[in-house]
């Protein structure tokens, strides 16, 4: 079984199991937690939920893989998006208390499952990212609503950079709620099952992050549209700017534009409306060439030199982006 439900206690246990796949959530992984968290919301012997991954990981996203292994135009690359982002949502109205443990690798589909839960406990091995503009998607699951939603520019940073956020970070964000020991590991699942009980070890934000330390300059630098964030990094000259442009250079140029537009649209909006925003946007997304050349070549060739079109981000007029942006499927109806 790839999840594994269990009741013990009060406590509906969910753990994410393909160990193998770091967890990576397929359609029927997100099918059958969804008709879960159904029965235990209606279930009065329920009194919280536990969410935890089998492994040294917690979870590293939807399983691209599989989705890329379909074809070209699967009607599974239809049906995961909209169970995932129902699920996503799901979670972020589920009425009991819900607490993930993240330790190892979260990112993209794994944070979609977490961050709309009561609580996240973030360890020393965390890893936390949106990394899908490295494999031509965009960062998805409410993404563009928690992004959004942090101070000055940060998620643009983090969606166009992927980068690995740890435990400074996700406590000072508050992405994380709870920083946790991970030798305790077991300790912390067992109160949790016991009593509902949640350990929060103290934990002192160390400033040693140099992301904290240029969250000023981060936050003047991804201003505005795609352009003017590549313009800002050249003119700014500094080696955190040229470190950054290294880095979106290996990205895909229309994941760069789009994640931007999506984040800067989303300002103020429900997780409601960005999922509804997100799965439109996905079902333009995952079935062009990009997404396909990302995935094969980050998870499945490993060539980890894929083919954009177009190849640079000069070549994208961001007023031609808004095609990606209209409704023309059905909605998700959440
Ligand atoms: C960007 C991503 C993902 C990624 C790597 C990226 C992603 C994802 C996986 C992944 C990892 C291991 C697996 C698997 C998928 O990797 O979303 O099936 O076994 O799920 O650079 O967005």
Redesign the pocket.
Known sequence: MDIIFSELNHTGIITLNRPK??N?LNLDMAKRLYDKLNQWEDNDDILRVLLIGEGNHFC???????LFLSGKTHRLKHDFFKTEYRLNYLISQFSKEFLSIWNGVV???GVGLSLYGDHRLATSNTKFAM??T??G?FPDVGGSYFLSNLPGNFGKYIALT?EVLTINELLFFGLATHYYKLTEFENIKDRFINNGEILNKKYEVSNDSYIIKNINLISNIFNGNIHDIIRNLKNNGSDFSKKILETLSKKCPMSLAITTKLIENANGKSLKECLEIEFQLSQKIVYRDDFDNGVNS??VSKDHNPKWDPPNIDEINVDDLDKYFETHTEKLYL
């Open positions: 796949a770091l990576a590293a996203g939807g399983d691209v893989k599989s990112m993209g589909g990394p899908e490295a494999i998607f992927s980050v998870l």
